[in-house]
């Protein structure tokens, strides 16, 4: 498709174990975002990527999250050990630079029993 | 961290009406966009901004980047039932050598037919 695609939409999981989420952004954009988003809140920045630079990641909130980004292209976001506290939408965004606006997949709703 | 103060936190209108809601912050901004979001979907550009004192349109939508830098609101003429959702303004710092957006609270907005 045309625009940002995350997999899975929903992802329940018990407390403790690792979870996945990928995103794959609009083709030839070079930079890619990662936000959360709580229940009834407006986004928080987690990590962004831009080319080969090193990624910024001063929105990852503990050790327990982690991202990377393959070829330049998708991007995978892990939660080790989760906690019910991560239970949120995770957000992917892409542009075609950082000055660019950035453009959102739907997200995926994780919840943490 | 960073904030944005987004106002109001909520509006319920008729059908008709003219909208209004802004965003402020004691920071200074690059770049303004405004995003809606509607449930279950990630958010949806509606208007960038780039220059103090810059006012676009989009349709019923028109958008102003404060003169100072600090602020930004957003207007909704002729509101219609699908005007439904929840709006979120959004900024890039002037010190950041990111993209990463600032998220405000968002409004959430009703339309009575």
């Known amino acids: 498709g045309a625009g940002v695609s995350q997999s899975p939409s929903n992802k329940v999981t018990e407390k403790g174990k690792d979870v996945e989420l990928r995103c794959d952004p609009i083709?030839?954009?070079?930079?890619l975002y990662w936000y959360r988003q709580s229940l009834g809140q407006g986004l928080e920045f987690l990590i962004y990527?831009?080319?080969?630079?090193?990624?910024?990641k001063s929105g990852l909130p503990s050790d327990r999250f982690s991202a990377e980004r393959t070829g330049g292209s998708v991007s995978t976001l892990t939660i080790q050990r989760t906690q019910q506290e991560d239970s949120a939408v995770y957000l992917c965004?892409?542009?075609?630079?950082?000055?660019?606006?950035?453009?959102f997949g739907d997200g995926t709703r994780l919840s943490i029993l | 961290g960073q904030q944005l103060n987004q106002s109001p936190q909520s509006m319920f209108i008729q059908e008709g009406e003219d909208v209004s809601m802004n965003c402020t912050s004691s920071?200074?901004?690059?770049?303004w966009l405004w995003y809606k979001q509607e449930p279950g979907e990630g958010p949806v550009l509606l208007i960038a901004?780039?220059?103090?004192?810059e006012l676009t349109s989009n349709g019923r939508l028109t958008a102003q980047f404060g003169i100072t830098r600090k602020d930004s609101f957003l207007n909704i003429s002729a509101s219609i039932p699908s005007d439904v959702g929840i709006y979120f303004c959004?900024?890039?710092?002037?010190?950041?050598?990111?993209?990463?957006?600032?998220f405000g609270q968002g409004t959430t907005l009703q339309v009575k037919p």
């Open positions: 965004a892409s542009s075609s630079d950082r000055v660019q606006p950035q453009h």
């Open positions: 083709s030839g954009h070079t930079a």
């Open positions: 990527f831009q080319g080969n630079s090193a990624p910024d």
């Open positions: 920071s200074i901004f690059n770049t």
């Open positions: 901004l780039y220059k103090a004192g």
């Open positions: 959004a900024g890039q710092l002037r010190s950041s050598n990111t993209g990463k957006l600032i």
